[in-house]
Every structure is written in C-alpha cells, then in structure tokens.
C-alpha cells in the first residue's frame, strides 16, 4: 500500500506575479517540499494549455474574467490567459524541489475543454492518465497539496475519492481563488462530504514518525469518541491499544495519545 503526494498545479502563473495568481500561493511551496520525504511517490499536475484554450479570455472577447460560458456543453469558468504549454507561466515555481518529482501529468490540453482535475477533463470524458499511472505503482492513498483548493484541487479530490482512492487535503498546503467569498470554505466542505481527510502537514507528518510508515486516513474523532481503530481498507474497526498505535497507521498522533492516557 503505497501513499503519494500530489502536487496539484504549482506553477509561476498560479502565484503571486504569475497570470492567474492566488493569493498567497507560493505558501504551498515549503509545505510541498517538506511532505515529500514522508510518501513512497511524487507526482505533479501542470496546466498545459494550447494558446488557443476556450478557458481563456482572448478567446471571448465580449466577457470578462468570471463570467461562465458554455464550452462544448460544459460550463467554463472564463479566466485570464495561463499556463499556455512551454512558456514561463506553465513551468513549476522555482522553489519547488522538482527533483523529487517522479511523474508529470500534464492536463487541459485540448483547447475544447478545460480540465480542473488531474485524473479528468471538465466532462469526465478523457483521463489524463493519472489514475493508471498510480494503480500501477501500487498506490492506495493520495495526499494533495497546491492551487487552487476551490478548483483544481477539489476536483482532483473528489475524482480521487470516487477511484477508490485514500485522500488527505492538507489544509495549510493548498490555497483559493475565492472568486466568491465562501467559495474555500464550501470546497473544502464538499470535499470532507466526499471521504477527504483535511489534515495540517505538520499532523502528518508527526503520525508518519510516530507510526510505521505511512499516513491512515481514518477519523481521529471517531478513534476518540469510541476508543476503536477503524481500519480503513479492511473496513473493520479493532479496539484501541497502545499496540495498534504502532500497528496501524494513524494520522493524528496526538489525538490518539490523549485518548490511550485517558484510557489508562
Ligand atoms: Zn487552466
């Protein structure tokens, strides 16, 4: 069972300086390169589009970043020109240690369709790749870091989730557009709505140290509040002991700590 990290668009464009900038999106950086020596795999997303993408704004000249056209019978977000293939705008931001990358996917590059998720375009209709390229690595669990958490990230998320797959959104690793305010916090609550565990880096990786391997997604709340260990693949729930602190996988160390204390 294998766990890799996600590095959801990370480029100069979605940055501060870049052209379709979130705020605050370098910040994602440090919390990337510091989770990657705590999973057996790294792969990246990257933007890639032709100059001609129907996302763009030059491609519609009577609207406005914002608005929503239909494209091919999707709708489509209109945003400022990004991300074009090549360019400076789609490489990686500097910072990123892109030697630890092992596998690139890059995505949105037919200009009649958008593609926010990493395993999909906007209407499920092609894969990217991604989920071939993890399934044969023996990967189970993905966790997701980088921009922007109301699209790329959420959508990746949600289609990970619907694959099968284990997911933990780390929370101070990604951040939004908020084209409308809320639009975050509503992301982030589809994504809890759809199995997504919301972790902070430093919680992962305190459970990574603490435990045998890898991160477990399971409920730490549940864990307290029934002094069970729910195993989230063999899908049973085993009694908490300080034994399967080290057993099973956990990811949050502290939390399961204070219960064993309260126990003893
Ligand atoms: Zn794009």
């Given at each position: 069972?294998?766990?890799?990290?996600?590095?959801?668009?990370?480029?100069?464009?979605?940055?501060?300086?870049?052209?379709?900038?979130?705020?605050?999106g370098?910040?994602?950086?440090?919390?990337?390169?510091?989770?990657?020596?705590?999973?057996?795999?790294?792969?990246?997303?990257?933007d890639?589009?032709?100059?001609?993408?129907?996302?763009?704004?030059?491609?519609?000249?009577?609207?406005?970043?914002?608005?929503?056209?239909?494209?091919?019978?999707?709708?489509?977000?209109?945003?400022?020109d990004?991300?074009?293939?090549?360019?400076?705008g789609?490489?990686?931001?500097?910072?990123?240690?892109?030697?630890?990358?092992?596998?690139?996917?890059?995505?949105?590059?037919?200009?009649?369709?958008?593609?926010?998720?990493?395993?999909?375009?906007?209407?499920h209709k092609k894969?990217?790749?991604?989920?071939?390229?993890?399934?044969?690595?023996?990967?189970?669990?993905?966790?997701?870091?980088?921009?922007?958490?109301?699209?790329?990230?959420?959508?990746?998320?949600?289609?990970?989730?619907?694959?099968?797959?284990?997911?933990?959104?780390?929370?101070?690793?990604?951040?939004?557009?908020?084209?409308?305010?809320?639009?975050?916090?509503?992301?982030?609550?589809?994504?809890?709505?759809?199995?997504?565990?919301?972790?902070?880096?430093?919680?992962?990786?305190k459970?990574?140290?603490?435990?045998?391997?890898?991160?477990?997604?399971?409920?730490?709340?549940?864990?307290?509040?029934?002094?069970?260990?729910y195993?989230?693949?063999?899908?049973?729930?085993?009694?908490?002991?300080p034994?399967?602190?080290?057993?099973?996988?956990?990811?949050?160390?502290?939390?399961?700590?204070?219960?064993?204390?309260?126990?003893a």
């Amino acid at each position: 069972m294998k766990t890799a990290l996600i590095l959801i668009d990370i480029q100069n464009d979605f940055v501060p300086g870049g052209a379709l900038a979130v705020p605050d999106g370098n910040a994602v950086v440090a919390v990337a390169n510091e989770l990657m020596d705590h999973v057996d795999l790294v792969v990246a997303t990257q933007d890639w589009h032709p100059a001609n993408h129907g996302s763009f704004v030059s491609m519609h000249p009577e609207k406005v970043v914002g608005d929503v056209v239909d494209l091919n019978g999707v709708d489509q977000v209109v945003w400022p020109d990004h991300c074009v293939a090549g360019s400076t705008g789609a490489a990686f931001v500097d910072e990123l240690d892109v030697h630890r990358i092992g596998h690139v996917i890059t995505k949105g590059t037919d200009p009649a369709i958008d593609s926010y998720s990493g395993f999909f375009d906007n209407g499920h209709k092609k894969e990217t790749g991604l989920q071939v390229y993890l399934k044969q690595h023996g990967v189970k669990d993905v966790v997701l870091v980088g921009l922007a958490t109301d699209y790329c990230v959420k959508f990746t998320a949600l289609d990970a989730r619907q694959l099968g797959f284990g997911v933990t959104l780390v929370s101070d690793g990604v951040r939004g557009v908020n084209l409308q305010p809320g639009d975050i916090e509503k992301a982030i609550a589809d994504m809890r709505d759809a199995g997504v565990v919301v972790a902070k880096a430093g919680e992962l990786k305190k459970s990574h140290m603490a435990g045998n391997g890898h991160f477990q997604h399971i409920k730490p709340q549940t864990i307290f509040e029934t002094g069970l260990l729910y195993h989230h693949y063999a899908n049973t729930a085993y009694p908490l002991t300080p034994g399967s602190f080290r057993e099973y996988r956990i990811n949050d160390a502290t939390l399961i700590r204070k219960f064993l204390l309260a126990a003893a």
